[in-house]
C-alpha cells in the first residue's frame, strides 16, 4: 500500500497535491492492470497520476484524459465515479484530457471511453470508497460491516445519527493511495447513478454560449496565424516572396525551415492576417497525379498487395466448384471527410520555459508527445489542455494544427492561434479511406450459406468478421485502413485516417448487401434468411427486436412501388445492432428519401439510456451523409471540396423518424455506444433500394444518379 | 474605411473604432470578447455564427460590422435574462438539443427568431427554418423536439409555456 510516486509521466504526489491542494487521491498502477488484458495494459501503461481526488470540502474531482466531443462522456463517466464512490452525482467536478493532471491515455476514439476505460475508473472509485470506510470505521470506533455509506456519508447501521462525512475525512488529509486489490465492482441491481439518464454536465454551458472550444482560449498578446498552403498535396515550395506580407502594419512573418515548409504570417486579428497571407507570393513545384474519384479504385486493387488472410474456414476451392449458382459482387466506396462543425484549432502559449497548447484534439498525450518531439524539448515542458471539442468523429486523432501553433508561439514568443479555416479543414482532412469490397458467395438449396470469399482493399477488416454461420469461408484484408497517411507512400492521395467506425461501414455495407442478394435469389424473406444463417442468439435477440418494433412482415418482391424497405446488421465495438430502413425513392430524379428508421442494439448493461439514445441518433443521421450524398472529390493530390456548398452534409429535410431500442443485456459489461448504429446504414438502405425498385447499387454514396441509371 | 460604430449589443450600448468592413463575427470575438457565435464555414452556409440583428437572424462570418451601426444585436450570451433561460434555451437543455455544442448557439438563435414571427411553427416549418443551420453530431431530432415543445406552448398557453 506504500505509494512510490515517481513516474516518468505523471507528477509526482508532492506536486500533486500543490496543484490540486489536499485530500484523498486515488491512483492506479500495475496492480488493477493485471485484472486487464495484455491490450488494456498497453492502452493504460503505468501511471501515477490520479485518476480521481476527494478534496477537503468533499467535493469529488474525477481526471480522465478522454475528452468530451458531443458523445456525453463528461457525464457518464461522472455517473460512473460517484456509482462506485457511493455520492451525488452533483458533488462530481470533472477534468478531462490535461495532460499534466490527468492519467495517460491513448486518445478517444473506438468507442472504448466506457468499455475499456470505465472499469479502470470504477476501480478507482471503488477503492476511493474502501479507503474512506476504513477510515470511518476508526474514527467511528465500530467495524467497517457495520458501515453503510449514502451520498458521501458514513453512517452507522441502525444508528444514523453516528456519522460521518467524506469531506471530514478527507480534512488535512495528504493520503495518496494506489488500486492494488482486486476491486469489486457494484452489480446492476445496486446501481443508483449508473443506469440513469441524469441531465447532462455540459448542457448549461452549451446552450448560453458559455462552453469554451480551442479557438475561445484568448491569453493576452494572442496572435492569430495563417499558414501559407500547398494547392495540392504532393507539392514542394520553390520559392515564396513575402515581402509584400511584412510590409503590412501589424502583421508578422515566420518563415520555418521545414520539410513542409511552413510558412505563417501572424495578426492581433485573424482578418488582418488573412489579408496579408494573400500578399504572400509562392511558387509551387506540383506533379501531376492522374487519379480521380472513378478510377481510384482500380489503383487501390493494384497498390494494396499486402494481404493478410483474417478468417478460413472449410475448403472454399471446392465449395466453389460445389456451388449451382455463384454470387460475385464487387462493392466500393469513396473517401468521405470528418467535417466537424469545429476545424482543427489550437491556441500556443510559451512561459516560463514550458508551452501549453490548448488542441481541439481527441488524443492529447500523444499529441503532447508530438509537439515536444516537434520542439526538441522533452515531453514534461509540453501541456496539452483539452477543451471541449466541436466534432471529432476520428478527425481530430490528427493534431496537426497544434504542432503548427506550438512552433509559431515558440518562434514567435507570443501565444499563437491556429484555426484552420473550412477549406484548410478539407485540404489536411485525414479521410475516411475508399475501399473496394470483392466477395464470392453461394446458398444452398435450403437458403444456407455454404461459400463465403471475401477481400477488402483498404479498409481493414473491422465489421468484416463473421457472425454467420458458413461452413467454408476465407477472409481476407488487403492493405490497411492507415496504408500509407503520405501521398507517394501506395495507396492514396492525401492523409486517411479512423472515421467513426472505420472499415466498419464499407465492410457491413458489402456484407449485407451481399446477404440480402442471396435472401432475394433464394426467394427467402431477408429477415428470415439471416435468422437462418446464425446461430449468435446476440444477433438474433436485436434482429428480432428491430423487427418487432418495425412491424416486419415478409412480402414478396414485387411491390417495386418505389418505396421499400430495407434490413441490415453488425456488430461493432462489442455492439450488436441491427437497423430496419424505410425509404422512398424519386423515379425522376432517382432522389432517395430515408423515412424511417428503426434500430435495435444491445451493448451489454447501459451507463445512461439516454447518452446510448443520444448516439444511435446520431450515427444514423450523421451516417445518411455517408450513405446517400458524401463523396470527396479529387483530382491527384488536390481537394477539389472546399466548402459545404459542394460537400453535402445531412440537413433537417433529409431527416428520417428515428426510433431506437436498447434491448437489455445485463449479462455482458458495457459496450461500445459511440459508432456501432452507423456501420449497418449503407446495408440497410441500399437494401431497402433494392425492395423498392428492383435495383441495386454496389457504390457509396447512393447518389440520384447512381440510383437513377 | 476606418471609423466609430455605435449599437447596442445585448441590450448595452456599444462603440468601437474599426474598419467599416471588417465581419462582425471577428469583431464580437476578438474585440469585445463574445465567442458564443462560431467560426464554422466563412462563407454565410452553415450557421454556426448566427447572430440576431434587430431580432432577424444573420450570418455574422459574412455581415460587414457596419451593417449593425445603430442597431440591436443579439448573441447567444444575451439571450438568457439574469440567469433565466430563453425558453428555447431551457428546450435545448431538456431535450438534449446538442451533443458538441458548436452549432447550438445558431440553431437557438434561429430558433428564438422563428418563434417570435411564428409563436406556434408547425415541425414542419421549424426544419425548414433550421434547414441551413448545420449540425455534425445528428442532434437534428432532439433540436426538433426542443423546438417543437416550446411551439406547442407558445401556441396552446393551456400547455402552461412561458408566451
Redesign the interface.
Same mark, same amino acid.
Given at each position: 500500500m506504500s505509494p512510490v510516486l515517481e513516474s516518468s509521466r505523471g507528477l509526482d504526489r508532492r506536486q500533486f497535491f500543490k496543484l490540486v491542494g489536499g485530500g484523498i487521491a486515488i491512483l492506479v498502477t500495475a496492480g488493477p492492470l493485471e485484472l486487464f488484458s495484455q491490450e488494456r495494459r498497453r492502452m493504460y501503461p503505468e501511471d501515477l497520476n490520479a485518476y480521481l481526488l476527494i478534496g477537503e470540502n468533499g467535493r469529488v474531482t474525477v481526471f480522465s484524459g478522454k475528452i468530451e =466531443? *458531443?458523445?456525453?462522456v463528461l457525464t457518464s463517466q461522472a455517473q460512473m465515479a460517484a456509482e462506485e464512490l457511493g455520492v451525488a452525482l452533483e458533488s462530481i467536478d470533472m477534468v478531462l484530457g490535461d495532460t499534466d493532471l490527468c492519467p495517460w491515455d491513448m486518445g478517444t476514439f473506438g468507442s472504448l471511453t466506457t468499455r475499456m476505460f470505465g472499469p479502470v475508473l470504477r476501480a478507482a472509485a471503488a477503492e476511493a470508497r474502501a479507503v474512506l470506510l476504513n477510515l470511518a470505521a476508526a474514527k467511528l470506533g465500530v467495524a467497517k460491516a457495520d458501515l453503510v455509506i449514502e451520498n458521501g456519508v458514513v453512517s452507522v447501521k441502525g444508528d444514523p445519527s453516528r456519522k460521518v462525512t467524506y469531506a471530514e475525512l478527507a480534512k488535512g488529509k495528504k493520503i495518496a493511495r494506489l488500486v492494488d486489490e482486486k476491486a469489486v465492482l457494484r452489480s446492476v441491481a445496486q446501481f443508483k447513478v449508473m443506469g440513469k439518464s441524469p441531465?447532462?454536465f455540459?448542457?448549461? &454551458?452549451?446552450? #448560453?454560449?458559455?462552453?469554451?472550444?480551442a *479557438?475561445?482560449v484568448?491569453p493576452p498578446g494572442l496572435l492569430?496565424a495563417h499558414v501559407l498552403r500547398p494547392p495540392a498535396h504532393g507539392a514542394t515550395l520553390l520559392k515564396v516572396d513575402t515581402a509584400a506580407a511584412e510590409r503590412l502594419p501589424g502583421v508578422k512573418v515566420v518563415k520555418l525551415d521545414d520539410p513542409d515548409g511552413l510558412v505563417a504570417v501572424l495578426a492581433?486579428?485573424? &482578418?488582418t492576417a488573412a489579408a496579408a497571407l494573400a500578399e504572400v507570393k509562392p511558387e509551387w513545384k506540383t506533379t501531376p497525379l492522374d487519379l480521380d474519384p472513378e478510377n481510384i479504385f482500380d489503383h487501390i486493387e493494384k497498390a494494396a498487395t499486402h494481404a493478410e488472410e483474417k478468417d478460413r474456414r472449410g475448403d472454399v476451392t471446392t465449395a466453389r466448384s460445389a456451388a449451382s449458382r455463384l454470387f460475385e459482387s464487387t462493392y466500393r466506396k469513396g473517401y468521405v471527410a470528418h467535417?466537424? =462543425? &469545429?476545424?482543427h484549432t489550437a491556441v500556443a502559449e510559451p512561459k516560463d520555459g514550458r508551452v501549453t497548447v490548448w488542441a481541439s484534439t481527441q488524443t492529447p498525450f500523444p499529441l503532447r508527445d508530438q509537439i515536444a518531439q516537434a520542439l526538441k524539448v522533452d515531453t514534461q515542458k509540453v501541456r496539452v489542455i483539452t477543451p471541449?471539442? $466541436? $466534432?471529432? !468523429?476520428g478527425g481530430k486523432s490528427a493534431g496537426r494544427q497544434a504542432i503548427e501553433a506550438a512552433r509559431l508561439a515558440v518562434a514567435t514568443g507570443q501565444p499563437v492561434q491556429v484555426?484552420w #479555416?473550412?477549406a484548410e479543414e478539407f485540404f489536411y482532412d485525414t479521410f475516411d479511406p475508399a475501399s473496394v469490397v470483392k466477395v464470392t458467395s453461394a446458398v444452398d438449396a435450403n437458403g444456407k450459406i455454404t461459400l463465403w470469399d471475401y477481400a477488402v482493399y483498404a479498409a481493414g477488416d473491422r465489421g468484416a468478421a463473421l457472425f454467420y454461420d458458413i461452413p467454408n469461408a476465407r477472409v481476407q484484408a488487403f492493405g490497411d485502413i492507415n496504408y500509407g497517411q503520405q501521398r507517394g507512400t501506395g495507396v492514396h492521395p492525401f492523409a486517411t485516417g479512423p472515421w467513426r467506425a472505420p472499415g466498419a461501414r464499407m465492410n457491413v455495407f458489402a456484407v449485407e448487401s451481399q446477404i440480402d442478394l442471396m435472401a432475394a435469389a433464394a426467394g427467402i424473406d431477408p429477415l428470415e434468411f439471416r435468422l437462418r444463417n446464425t446461430a449468435d442468439a446476440r444477433m438474433r435477440h436485436v434482429l428480432q427486436a428491430a423487427a418487432d418494433a418495425f412491424g416486419w412482415k415478409p412480402r414478396g418482391s414485387g411491390a417495386r412501388s418505389g418505396k421499400g424497405r430495407g434490413i441490415a446488421c453488425g456488430i461493432d465495438a462489442g455492439t450488436y445492432v441491427a437497423l430496419i430502413a424505410e425509404i422512398a425513392v424519386d423515379a425522376a430524379t432517382g432522389a432517395i428519401k430515408v423515412e424511417r428508421v428503426v434500430a435495435a442494439q444491445d451493448m451489454g448493461i447501459i451507463v445512461n439510456p439516454?447518452g446510448a439514445r =443520444?448516439q444511435m441518433?446520431?450515427? /444514423? #443521421?450523421?451516417?445518411l451523409g455517408y450513405v446517400l450524398s458524401e463523396e470527396v472529390r479529387f483530382h491527384g493530390g488536390e481537394v477539389l471540396d472546399h466548402? !459545404?456548398?459542394t460537400y453535402h452534409?445531412?440537413? !433537417?429535410?433529409a431527416?428520417p423518424k /428515428?426510433e431506437t431500442v436498447l434491448v437489455k443485456n445485463d449479462d455482458v459489461e458495457p459496450q461500445g455506444a459511440g459508432e456501432p448504429a452507423i456501420v449497418p446504414l449503407g446495408g440497410a438502405v441500399a437494401n431497402a433500394l433494392f425492395n423498392a425498385t428492383g435495383k441495386r447499387v454496389y457504390r457509396l454514396p447512393l447518389t440520384p444518379e447512381r440510383v437513377k441509371v | 474605411m476606418k471609423g466609430s460604430i455605435r449599437f447596442r449589443l445585448n441590450g448595452r450600448p456599444a462603440s468601437l473604432d474599426t474598419e467599416d468592413s471588417r465581419k462582425l463575427l471577428w469583431v464580437l470575438r476578438t474585440d469585445l470578447g463574445l465567442t458564443g457565435a462560431k467560426y464554422g464555414c466563412g462563407a454565410g452556409i452553415c450557421g454556426a455564427c448566427t447572430v440576431l440583428i434587430d431580432g432577424e437572424t444573420a450570418r455574422s462570418c459574412i455581415t460587414p460590422v457596419s451593417a449593425v451601426r445603430d442597431k440591436e444585436v443579439t448573441t447567444i450570451e444575451g439571450l438568457a435574462h439574469d440567469g433565466t433561460l430563453h425558453p428555447v434555451q431551457q428546450a435545448f437543455l431538456e431535450h438534449g438539443g446538442f451533443q458538441c455544442g458548436y452549432c447550438t448557439p445558431g440553431m437557438i438563435l434561429t430558433a428564438s427568431a422563428l418563434l417570435s414571427e411564428t409563436p406556434g411553427a408547425s415541425r414542419e416549418t421549424i426544419a425548414a427554418r433550421l434547414e441551413h443551420n448545420l449540425c455534425r453530431c445528428g442532434a437534428h431530432t432532439r433540436i426538433l423536439d426542443a423546438v417543437e415543445a416550446v411551439a406547442h406552448a407558445k401556441g396552446d398557453p393551456s400547455k402552461g409555456g412561458k408566451p
Open positions: =466531443m *458531443g458523445q456525453g441531465r447532462r455540459d448542457g448549461r &454551458e452549451k446552450v #448560453t454560449g458559455a462552453a469554451k472550444y *479557438g475561445d484568448r492569430y492581433a486579428d485573424p &482578418e467535417a466537424p =462543425m &469545429e476545424p471541449y471539442l $466541436g $466534432g471529432g !468523429f484555426a #479555416t473550412r439516454d =443520444m441518433e446520431g450515427c /444514423i #443521421t450523421m451516417g466548402a !459545404f456548398d452534409l445531412p440537413r !433537417f429535410s431527416l /428515428i | -
